[in-house]
């Protein structure tokens, strides 16, 4: 396997892990909502540093409709069907709206992502 399909294939594994854990996470929370995770210290100053990182990323998303789907789903930890209620647009455009957010983070936080995008498309129209 080249190098490139060997990314993919973890990027893929990648986001099905995130899934799974948020997907859990969120099982675990609405099972259990008053448990506290005393493993987690985190100082002021780490919260501040979070903070301004969801800032700075939330900041290259163009669109303001797809910063507030990433916002609501991944800070605010609502549901796509929360999401949907909220913007009245249907849980598919929530979805929509989700993934392409991402790949165009992707594409402008890694300079790999939008190189290894064109070869894809490239040798997808090239088998056809």
């Known amino acids: 396997m080249k190098e490139v399909q060997i990314k993919e294939i973890i990027d893929v594994e990648l986001q099905r892990m995130a899934w799974r854990l948020q997907y859990h ?5 609405k099972q259990y909502p ?3 995770d005393f493993t987690r210290q985190e100082s002021f100053e780490d919260e501040i540093i979070d903070e301004l990182n969801v800032k700075d990323i939330l900041s290259l998303i163009d669109k303001e409709s797809g910063r507030k789907v990433i ?34 983070l992707r594409k402008k936080i890694s300079p790999d992502y939008s190189s290894k995008l064109e070869l894809e498309k490239n040798r997808q129209h090239l088998k056809y």
């Open 25 to 29: 996470g969120r099982k675990a929370a």
């Open 71 to 104: 916002y609501s789903l991944y800070v605010e930890d609502k549901s796509a069907k929360e999401v949907s209620v909220e913007m009245n647009i249907s849980v598919q455009g929530v979805n929509k709206w989700k993934r392409k957010t991402l790949e165009d």
């Open 34 to 36: 008053f448990t506290f």
